[in-house]
C-alpha cells in the first residue's frame, strides 16, 4: 500500500492561512499519509503545534529562504 502525499504551496498566503491550509490537510488525510508543505519561511507557530500533536516532520530549508516541510499523518 502506497501512502499518499498531499502537497501545498502555501507561498503567498498571509497568517494564519498557511497554518490552517495545513493543519486541516493533516485532518483530512489517512494516517500513512504525508502533506507537504511550501512556506515562505520557517513556519515557526506550526513547527510549535506540530511538536505538540506529535507528528513528526522534516524541515528542508531552501536557497530563497522559503521552507518545505514534509508532514507524516501517524495517527
Known sequence: MSSKIIELDNRGLEPPQPMMRTLQALEDSK??????IHNDRLPMFLIEELQRLGYPYQ???QADGSARVTIEKTH
Do not use: D
Open 31 to 36: 494516517v500513512g499519509s504525508q502533506v507537504r
Open 59 to 61: 524541515v528542508e530549508h
